[in-house]
């Protein structure tokens, strides 16, 4: 791949060319050299980058934990049992966001079908003026 503007590797690599530059910005992404008119160019190397700091974020790591992954992935004569304690720590937090996920697919099904003729009886708007659960009833609020 010969060397790229910031348009042909947001298409490249599909990631939006503003996250690209926050991407620099943040130094998640190494600055790319310039023409003498300013214009970034990128080559292999990049898109490479891009495309790993994508599927982690596709799969929900966050920018810390890509930064943490991807000095890993420059250290390949390191053993890789911290990239799988970071994985198997966000499996559990998935875990824990599906649970709830789950609890509040139930109170909304509670929820449906009101049968109240009129807003003053609709028990849907009751449950929202209500005070909500005490926090130790409902996980991540």
Known sequence: MSQINIGDLSQLTGVNIETIRYY??????????????????YGES????????RRGRDLGFSIESIRALLTLAERPDLPCGDADQMVASHLDEVDRKIADLIA?????????????????ECRIIASLTSP???CE?????
């Open 137 to 141: 009833q409902r996980e991540g609020t």
């Open 46 to 53: 990049h898109a490479q980058r891009l495309r790993f700091i």
């Open 104 to 120: 509040l697919r139930e109170e909304l099904r509670q929820l449906t079908n009101c049968r109240g003729q009129v807003v003053a």
């Open 24 to 41: 620099e910005k943040i130094a998640l992404m190494p600055p790319p050299p310039r023409t003498q008119g300013g214009f970034r160019l």
């Open 132 to 134: 909500a659960p005490p």
